[in-house]
């Protein structure tokens, strides 16, 4: 029996967090063109803080684990960074929580995997833009396509799992299949993300990076590129939650920053300042925001296409400069994917 839909909505209704994102670090060893992260392009206007020690994220550990939270995303910037990081990976485990990581690969050691041998990570998911001739340009470090790879095989052969994840734009779009190819032929598991986010600061220039409507129908109509299971949707509920952000989702930033989660950028508090208890239950934004259903979303609320959308507040703040508004990729998705679904 698959109890994965029943937690999740037991958990989005009592407001539990059940899966924290962890960025444990913003720095990172590449600059890829598309990243929404204005730290690593050197476009942050506030000297970089303290991070959190490794006894502060203990801490962080053991406030979720006693508000019910069971899943750890480790991400970053580049969470193999940290010194720390098998520590860590050990500490939650013996918690009990479940960790998945993602990374681009780089700073991945042999001793960094023997660290991780029996903790409790089931998973890395490494960001890969296909062969070297287009993820080299993108991450704008020759050989990190062929390190990638290396890393990817690597893990898998030490007995985790891997799955390669691609941003769908225009310099990526025609690779796709190279990639799907080559995550089978090693095992991997592989996934294409239409959504190609605006910096967290704004900056726009993704814009002109976005494969175009059509790139993306072939890419959603493609049962080998995107299969059936990848779809599955129900009609949300007039009276449900807009999405799981704030409800059964939250963010740490590295300087110990909260988040609803890491696309929805709103600051709710600091750990530093405030214990994540009293955050999560008493900060006016997320008591507005709790109560703020599907059918207040006025102009999605009524759209024909509204089953088949998977549009994100976070975006729709980026985009629109309202966590209300649709926005140009969820609603040419949704049109898709009405189209071709019965």
Not at 125 to 130: D, H
Not at 166 to 177: F, Q, R, S, W, Y
Not at 211 to 223: H, Q, S, Y
Not at 289 to 294: E, H, K, L
Request: proline share 6%.
């Amino acid at each position: 029996m698959n109890l994965t839909p029943y937690l999740n909505r037991v958990t989005l209704l009592k407001n539990i967090p059940v899966t924290a994102q962890i960025e444990l670090t913003y720095r990172c060893p590449q600059r890829c063109v598309h990243c929404y992260l204005p730290q690593t392009s050197g476009r942050a206007k506030t000297v970089p803080l303290r991070e959190l020690s490794t006894e502060e994220w203990e801490k962080v550990m053991l406030q979720l684990k006693g508000m019910g939270c069971l899943f750890l995303v480790l991400t970053g910037g580049e969470p193999l960074l940290r010194p720390d990081l098998a520590a860590l990976c050990r500490r939650a485990t013996k918690l009990g929580f479940a960790i998945k990581i993602f990374t681009s690969g780089a700073g991945l050691t042999r001793g960094l995997m023997a660290g991780l041998r029996g903790t409790n990570v089931s998973r890395f998911e490494l960001s890969f833009y296909g062969p070297p001739h287009i993820h080299d340009p993108i991450t704008g470090i020759k050989g990190s396509g062929l390190r990638a790879l290396a890393a990817a095989r690597a893990l898998k052969k030490a007995g985790f799992r891997v799955k390669l994840k691609t941003p769908v734009m225009k310099a990526t779009v025609g690779e796709l299949g190279y990639i799907a190819a080559l995550a089978r032929k090693n095992g991997f598991e592989y996934a294409f993300d239409p959504t190609l986010t605006l910096a967290n600061d704004g900056e726009r220039s993704n814009l002109s990076r976005r494969a175009g409507d059509r790139e993306l129908e072939a890419l959603l109509t493609d049962p080998v590129l995107n299969p059936v299971e990848n779809n599955a949707s129900s009609t949300p509920a007039a009276d449900s939650p807009v999405c799981g952000a704030g409800h059964n989702t939250v963010c740490v930033g590295p300087y110990g920053d909260i988040y609803p989660c890491l696309q929805l950028q709103i600051k709710l508090g600091n750990l530093r300042k405030k214990s994540l208890r009293r955050i999560w239950d008493s900060t006016p934004w997320l008591k507005k925001w709790r109560n703020t259903a599907v059918s207040d979303i006025k102009e999605c609320a009524s759209c024909a296409d509204i089953e088949f959308c998977s549009r994100c507040p976070g975006v729709s703040l980026l985009e629109e400069g309202d966590i209300g508004k649709p926005y140009k990729t969820a609603c040419a998705t949704a049109k898709i994917m009405h189209r071709i679904r019965p």
